[in-house]
């Protein structure tokens, strides 16, 4: 939900930004064009608990990418962290907590060890997380014993496939969605007025007030259709209220902290990072940290999603998080790119994926798809660019 | 009548905005070395590349007349292919592959079905080398070999493709004084094989020893040439001929009050940061005090930014030694955190490498060495953040609709308002400016000279750095001269003019290693 918003208010600056907010509209309205089923009660709840982890993964890319690197290692590592709990949970029998804790605790460790490389001794983030896809694809095999682990059940089952709902009491609908959602929509509200009320203050342009106005009830009506429609249906998913925290907590990283000005300083020119009093090492260490720990939620939710840890989970992830990522507003150079972005480049690629599916395309033609879609996202970034100036 | 090789009549060569040749004349003698000397920036790189057909025929006006008949090349091949060859001062092998494959690149032993003729490649790359004296095995990867060999490597390649006019651009720049000898030995014996020569040079003695006549080109225009005949007085007149102009009413009018010694840099000495053993800045000792405005002159290749670039967070160089005190106080400067924490900031004279994000909005790049002031707890206070990037854009002047507007989209000297803006706002007490007014208009120049103003009318202390000497002369209370990493003399401004300091910028390690000490002019 904030995410939408955010986008929406990115939208009157950045060409590129907004070009992918129509982008998305455009899509969805394909969809719920060609099948009306896209944007029932159901499908939408689908479309949360599918592929949260891939926007969880995206958050992270995201940060990487800004300053300038990538990881490849994060498929690897879903599949390693959600083998650790599996192996803590299933067979140890330990409580859903502890299995929690132990994926979260290696996701930091991998992301130390990357960092490591990465910052301290200097290889190009790509070397290393190239290792890394493999080594942790082998460990995964390793702690398995090369065999699946399920169920889970219980309390971790519920991560990704539990609702918070009736818990006010439902009439067909569930009140409790509705009052977190409209609880979020005023807050967002509240924080858009205090801040245009602080450029104002500082004699900063700033929209007109119908525009204000209208751009709120706009994004308003979105998010509360958006909420009315999974009250419908089976509530409010708790993964989306993690997905939500996330999103708010990383908004603010990147955009109101030291460090995510750090980040974005690195990527966008390493030298005059360094000579303006950046600790690069410092930076690039935490950033690939950070990715390690959003590697291992997502590799919590994806274990919880399928019920169990498999070897080969988590297969291409990487892939569809950098995909997110570059159709997002990312810059293949870094220094560029949003968490919104990061998030709306996820949804189009989650929505892309489940209309098709609604709609029974085969997964090779999917596929297909979804590179050109990529391809056309970047190429559009290319020559926007190139047109704008030939400094860059 | 000699015999002319080459001649360039009325060379004029504009870019947008400025002119860099106007009607320059050049002719060269078949079987001679012509030196041609200037300051940075006068057009002397440029006019080799509107000879070797880097700047095609057509963008320029006038005539270069070759061999007696006039040539239009389109392209470096086209002059290569009449025996015009130029060597640039960043010599252009790759690290990786061996001298020979070096030699012969885009110019490949071939045998008859299309392949590369390994024997033949390493067999006439041999006899390159013997002929340039180099005693390297061919298939040696050029990363082996030192500087001197490299310029050898070059000279090898230069003649794998019949060269007749041989252009080095500061051949001997990044050599120690066996090496240029060694290369200097050689030009005059491929002289004498009758290879002519063309070397672009800011050492004057080796200018004087080497070269049968020599070009002077000031400001885009041939001042003159001068036989070099071995008479007395001949670089005098060469420097004179550099740097004579006048110097305008162009700076802003400032009363010094200088105070108490601020900076002081002991002993410093800096080792290149690949090449061991090169020391690019050897034991330099320099201070500054409040309210007044030092400069540094050096010519290109001296060691200026190196030095300051090396004092102000390691940024360059190894095995960095010396000291800094600040009001007599030793401080770390091993971090360039700790260089803002004590009140040190440095412009660097590369602003779009060095100094700016320029994909990111004015406001981020002012703030980006000063977050610490607008954050508490990590989080940083956007709305102050704007207010701080307001005070400076309308103190300093920028010109741009908003502080949300991209520093990349800015000219040169609004980019330059904002670098200046940034180590502003860290309330520096000594300010490092590294060529503040490189490649800006003349409008933004005298700007940017008030801003220097201001700075020491507050009590602080400033270093400008400047390959103009004029600007030196202009701003400063007091130069320091650099010549091949040392500091070779401190000069008042008043007794300072630009013949003078351009001898001390000159000066040579050799000729002054009796009197090591830096020369002061009282």
């Given at each position: 939900m904030n995410a939408v918003a955010s986008v929406w208010e990115l939208a009157q600056r950045n060409v590129r930004q907004s070009g992918i907010v129509v982008a998305f509209v455009v899509i969805c309205g394909l969809f719920t064009f060609l099948n009306s089923n896209f944007l029932s009660p159901g499908n939408l709840t689908n479309l949360v608990l599918q592929y949260s982890y891939i926007l969880i993964l995206a958050i992270g890319m995201m940060i990487v990418i800004i300053g300038g690197h990538i990881d490849l290692s994060v498929g690897s590592l879903v599949a390693l962290t959600g083998a650790v709990a599996a192996v803590v949970v299933i067979r140890h029998g330990q409580p859903w907590w502890v299995g929690v804790l132990a994926a979260l605790g290696v996701g930091l460790l991998v992301g130390a060890w990357q960092g490591f490389w990465v910052a301290v001794v200097g290889i190009p983030a790509f070397i290393v997380t190239l290792a890394g896809m493999l080594m942790f694809r082998g460990l995964t095999y390793q702690v398995l014993n090369n065999v699946s682990l399920s169920p889970f059940g219980g309390t971790y089952y519920q991560i990704n496939?539990?609702?918070?709902?009736?818990?006010?009491?439902?009439?067909?609908?569930?009140?409790?969605?509705?009052?977190?959602f409209g609880i979020g929509v005023a807050g967002y509200a509240f924080s858009q007025w205090r801040r245009r009320q602080g450029r104002i203050a500082y004699n900063q342009v700033v929209e007109s007030l119908p525009l204000f106005v209208v751009r709120l009830v706009l994004v308003a009506a979105v998010v509360m259709a958006f909420g009315w429609q999974l009250s419908q249906s089976r509530g409010l998913p708790v993964v989306l209220v993690i997905l939500a925290v996330l999103v708010l907590v990383y908004a603010v990283l990147t955009q109101s902290t030291v460090f995510g000005r750090h980040v974005y300083a690195i990527g966008g020119n390493l030298n005059a990072a360094r000579l303006s009093g950046v600790r690069v090492r410092f930076v690039n260490f935490w950033i690939m940290v950070n990715m390690g720990l959003l590697a291992a939620v997502a590799g919590v939710i994806y274990s919880s999603r399928t019920n169990g840890a498999q070897p080969g989970a988590g297969n291409m992830?990487?892939?569809d998080a950098i995909a997110a990522c570059f159709i997002g507003g990312a810059a293949v150079s870094g220094g560029v790119g949003r968490i919104t972005g990061a998030i709306v480049g996820?949804?189009?690629m989650a929505v892309m994926s489940n209309g098709m599916q609604l709609m029974g395309v085969p997964t090779s033609t999917q596929q297909v798809v979804k590179g050109l879609v990529l391809l056309v996202a970047v190429g559009f970034d290319v020559y926007s660019k190139r047109r704008g100036s030939a400094t860059v | 009548m000699a015999d002319t090789i080459l001649e360039?009549?009325?060379?004029?060569?504009?870019?947008?905005?400025?002119?860099?040749?106007?009607d320059v004349n050049?002719?060269?003698?078949?079987?001679?070395?012509?030196?041609?000397?200037?300051?940075?920036?006068?057009?002397?790189?440029t006019l080799m590349k509107v000879l070797s057909g880097v700047y095609p025929h057509g963008s320029f006006e006038g005539e270069i007349v070759y061999d007696g008949s006039p040539v239009a090349f389109g392209s470096i091949n086209d002059s290569e292919r009449l025996g015009i060859v130029i060597i640039h001062q960043e010599l252009a092998l790759i690290r990786y592959l061996s001298v020979s494959e070096n030699i012969f690149l885009g110019n490949e032993r071939r045998d008859r079905a299309g392949f590369l003729d390994w024997n033949r490649t390493n067999h006439e790359a041999a006899e390159l080398l013997a002929q340039v004296g180099l005693d390297e095995n061919p298939t040696t990867p050029v990363g082996h070999l030192g500087v001197g060999k490299q310029q050898l490597v070059e000279i090898a390649k230069a003649l794998s493709k019949n060269v007749r006019l041989l252009i080095l651009d500061e051949p001997t720049s990044a050599l120690n004084d066996t090496d240029s000898e060694h290369l200097l030995d050689l030009l005059r014996r491929l002289r004498d094989e009758g290879i002519t020569s063309i070397i672009i040079s800011h050492k004057l003695n080796e200018v004087a020893s080497i070269a049968d006549r020599t070009t002077i080109i000031r400001d885009g225009r041939t001042v003159e040439t001068i036989e070099m005949d071995g008479s007395p007085g001949l670089q005098e007149r060469i420097i004179r001929g550099m740097v004579g102009r006048d110097l305008e009413t162009f700076y802003p009018e400032r009363e010094s009050t200088i105070g108490e010694e601020v900076f002081r840099?002991?002993?410093?000495?800096?080792?290149?940061?690949?090449?061991?053993?090169?020391?690019?800045?050897?034991?330099?000792?320099l201070s500054v005090r409040a309210g007044e405005v030092v400069g540094i002159a050096g010519l290109m290749g001296a060691g200026r930014t190196e030095l300051a670039m090396s004092i102000f967070g390691r940024s360059y160089g190894r095995h960095v030694g010396g000291q800094v005190y600040l009001h007599g106080v030793p401080v770390d400067t091993s971090t360039v955190a700790d260089c803002i924490r004590h009140g040190i900031a440095y412009v660097t004279e590369d602003r779009k490498g060095y100094g700016l994000n320029l994909i990111d909005d004015i406001r981020h790049n002012i703030?980006?060495?000063?977050?610490?002031?607008?954050?508490?707890?990590g989080l940083v206070d956007a709305n102050a953040e704007i207010a701080v990037a307001e005070t400076f854009r309308s103190d300093l002047g920028i010109k741009a609709p908003s502080v949300l507007s991209l520093v990349g989209q800015l000219s040169g000297g609004n980019q330059q308002k904002v670098v200046l803006g940034k180590w502003l706002y860290t309330e520096p007490e000594v300010l490092i400016l590294d060529e503040p007014t490189r490649g800006i208009d003349v409008g933004a120049k005298y700007e940017i000279y008030g801003l220097i103003n201001r700075m020491v009318a507050a009590g602080k202390a400033v270093v400008v750095i400047s390959s103009e000497l004029q600007e030196?002369?202009?701003t400063c209370d007091r130069i320091y001269t650099v010549a091949f990493g040392r500091v070779t003399g401190e000069v008042p401004t008043a007794e300072a003019t630009q013949e003078n300091l351009m001898r001390l910028m000159t000066l040579e390690r050799n000729v002054t290693d009796e009197t090591l000490q830096p020369e002061v002019v009282r």
């Open positions: 496939n539990g609702f918070l709902n009736g818990l006010l009491g439902g009439q067909g609908f569930d009140v409790f969605t509705l009052v977190v992830f990487e892939l996820g949804l189009i | 360039m009549r009325g060379i004029t060569k504009k870019f947008p905005g400025v002119t860099a040749l106007e050049l002719t060269v003698t078949r079987g001679e070395i012509h030196a041609i000397c200037g300051e940075n920036g006068a057009g002397k790189s840099v002991e002993d410093w000495t800096v080792m290149h940061p690949t090449q061991p053993g090169r020391v690019v800045v050897d034991h330099a000792t703030s980006a060495a000063g977050l610490s002031r607008l954050s508490r707890g030196l002369l202009g």
